[in-house]
Every structure is written in structure tokens, then in C-alpha cells.
């Protein structure tokens, strides 16, 4: 029987399961499964009150929040189903605007798109009964399908897929209506087996680039590459902009494409050679690039994720390896009118001193929170612009809390 941790404070929000981190005391609760295997993935829904966890059991496993009992820990099993004919690595939900749905991936080389039916009431029973069906099964991967995920809402119903033989395959359903039908919409191959991929969840289709969205860069921050560091800011001097800019760069400019970030596991002694890619899209071929692989990360990655934008004219990348690293990303014009986009390490953080696993930015993208092998929670958040501190550290067991300062926002992160 294997059981799954989770943590909530003290004054967490009655029926809201994003961990609200308000107060310095924490209950830590545990749920029993019923996994008869390792559990590989917990994802919770877009309002936190519902979850999904799979495992090497060939099961998912749908909970629902129990309202009325949320201190103690409520949780209870709404649907059981075996998913896949091998183990079942990752699961996600889809928006709510388009219903129900779930996606999984699975050692079985394939994925499933799952929707939650609810029958008509009857004279047997008032309310209907709900059951989960499978909508479709993606099988173009000749390998191991290592991670799902759904694209933000506002690109339409679209799911992106990594394998272990390196293609990132987007997905998309052309009737929402229809979750049967499916379309490939693009294969992009990578250099390395895939592990883990994320969707940059501040893209809006409804976006316009207007002049607000274009910042004139001082010549004061301009530098030739030669006379770059790997992050020119301090606590007691911090750059205006994180990231570099040349002497040719004339504008930043709020980033107005879809961006997909992919990393690697695959061990390999090849010097110079990043485990992260990043693809961005064209709206005028309707074709992903790749726009760049991300400087040193040479290490196997086990987790990626973007931070929420807001507020911000950049994009902010989280990267477990065997530390935490940050990079930025950004869309600068140069004086010709030219775009281009520069990717920059922002910060490494080694406080696990071991490898990180899994994580997870808050709602607004200024706490981020990470587990690894040392078998800890913790928490980070961003201090004078520059440097990132740890501020909070949950022991895997729940018995021991180190939260020397207050942290407002939501955040969900699962550790298997």
C-alpha cells in the first residue's frame, strides 16, 4: 500500500486545496491509495479540489475534496480505473472550460484522453452516476511516453507529449465537442530521450503588442558579449533588466508566442551539450522551432516548468537537475528592427545538496517550491530582485517546519 503526503497551513481556505502558505504552522496529512505500486504522478484540478494520481499499478485514481473535513485530512475515492498496460507516468488535467478531462502517459508507448460522463437521473438514483470513459488513444510513439500536458486555454485544446526517443508531438482536437478525434499536429525531434515538458502558461491569444508592451532599453545596461558574467546583479547593485542585452538591442518587448520547454534525463558525457530545448510558434508557417537549448544544463533533468508572467516584461524558466536553476527569458529588437530571443542563467540553487525532482511555482510566479532526495519540501522566494532564498522547509515526514517568513500565494507539488 503506498501513501501520498501532501501538506496544508493552518489557515487554509475551507474547500480549497492549493496550499496557501499564510501562516508559520502547517498540518501535514496522509491519504491512503490503495496503489499497489509506486506512485508516479499527482495532479490537481484547475480549482484544487479534486485530484488524480497514477502509478506502475496501471491505475489512475480520481479523489475528491471532502469539504467538511478538510483538517482531517478528507480525501475521498471518486473513480479507480487501469489505465494503460504498463506503468502509468504522468497524468494532467485539462482546463475546466472544456469539461472533465484528463490526460495520461504511459510506459505502454501510449496516451489516453479520459472525460468524466454523468448518466441521466433514474428512478434508481436522483443524481446521475459518473464514470470516466476513454476518448482516445494516441499511439504514434515507438517508445515510452514520458509526460502530457495540456496547452493554456486560451491556444485552444492542445496537448503536447515527449517520448523516450526524443519527439515533443503536439495534439490538437479541431472540435472540442469531439474529444475522439485528434489531430498530430507537429513532430519536432530532440537530440536526447525526453523526460518532462511544460507549456508557458502566460501566452494569450487575446493579447495585443501595443506600446505599453515595449520597454526602451538604457545604454547603461548595454554590453558587448565579451564583457558579460553568467548574472551581472548583486544584492547591493542589481541590474535593472535580469538578463543580457547588446549594444544592438533597442526594446524589450513582452513575449507574444506559445513556448514549449523540454528537458532530458539521458546520462551522456558529451561536453557543451544542454539537456533543456525550447520551442517556440510561428503563427505565419504554423510550424514549433527550436529556439534555443538552454545554457548549462548539463545534468539529466528531471522536472521543468515556466513561472506565471505576471507583471513582468520576461519569462522565468524553473529546471530540476541535481540543483534548482533559473534562467530568463526574453524578446528584445534591436535597432534594425530584428527580434531575437536571449535565454540567461539566473540563479542556481543548491540548498537540497542532492537531486531535485519535482517543481512548482505559486499562481502569481514569485514562490517557487521544490522536492529532492533529501527528502524536503522547500520553499523559495525571491529576495531584492536578485538572489533567491530559501524561506521554508518541509520534512517528508510532516514533523518538522522551518518557515522564518510569511508567503503569501498558492501552490500544488506533488513528490513521489
Known sequence: MFKLHYWVSSCAIPGQLELK???TMFISHSVSTDHKDL???????HYGKRMAT?????FIKVWEMDSENVIDGGWKLSATWKAHSGSVWKVTWAHPEFG???ASCSFDRTAAVWEEIVSEPNIYAQTGQKHWAKRTTLVDSRTSVMDIKFAPKSMGLLLATCSAD???????????MNLAQWT??????CKYQASCISWNPSYTRERRCVKKAFTKIPNSDKKEADERSEFDGSEENPMKFPFHVDKGDKYIVIPEVPMLAVGSDENSSTANSSRVVILHYSSYVRRWHKLDSVPSVADPVHDITFAPRLGRSYDILAVATKDIKLFT????????GSSRFEVTPFATLEDHNSTVWRVSWNSVGNVLASSGDDGCVRIWRLNKQTSWKCVGTIKGDGRRLILPEVINGGMALAKH
Open 21 to 23: 502558505f499564510y501562516s
Open 39 to 45: 506512485i508516479h504522478d499527482v495532479a490537481f484540478d
Open 54 to 58: 497514477c502509478s506502475s499499478d496501471q
Open 100 to 102: 472533465q478531462v484528463l
Open 166 to 176: 526524443g519527439i515533443i508531438r503536439i495534439y490538437e482536437a479541431p472540435d472540442v
Open 184 to 189: 498530430l499536429q507537429q513532430e519536432v525531434p
Open 329 to 336: 527569458i526574453c524578446q528584445l529588437i534591436g535597432t534594425t
